[in-house]
């Protein structure tokens, strides 16, 4: 599957410099220049059959997404309410009403 974007501009994080209109109308503006950009790793290669990345050059590695949710959940996150208790009067109603 190869997706051709009609129209790609990027807008820089922090206002530092004017967007940056990369393809227009489906013709790449500057073929030479180089881009990094920064995506999951799912997405890197080529996951839902965005392959568009997978042929880039000079890629750099980092921690994996689950990584991340592993460093936030063990840094002294606590839960904002009770654990699940399944006695508890608001779980007893019923989830599905048959309506005549």
């Known amino acids: 599957m190869t997706i051709t974007p ?3 501009t990027v807008v820089p994080p922090a206002q530092t410099a004017a967007p940056d209109t990369l393809v227009s109308n489906g ?3 500057n073929p030479t220049k180089t881009y990094r ?3 999951n790793n799912f997405m890197a290669t080529g996951g839902d059959g965005y392959g ?3 042929g880039g050059t000079n890629t750099l590695g980092g921690a994996q997404d689950i990584d991340a949710l592993v460093a936030y959940l063990s840094g002294g996150y606590k839960a904002p309410s009770a654990a ?3 006695a508890a009067t608001a779980l007893q ?3 599905v009403t048959r309506l005549p």
């Open 93 to 95: 109603l019923p989830r």
């Open 84 to 86: 699940y208790d399944r």
């Open 52 to 54: 568009v990345f997978v």
């Open 37 to 39: 950009v920064t995506v």
């Open 6 to 8: 009609t129209d790609v």
């Open 27 to 29: 013709v790449v503006l």
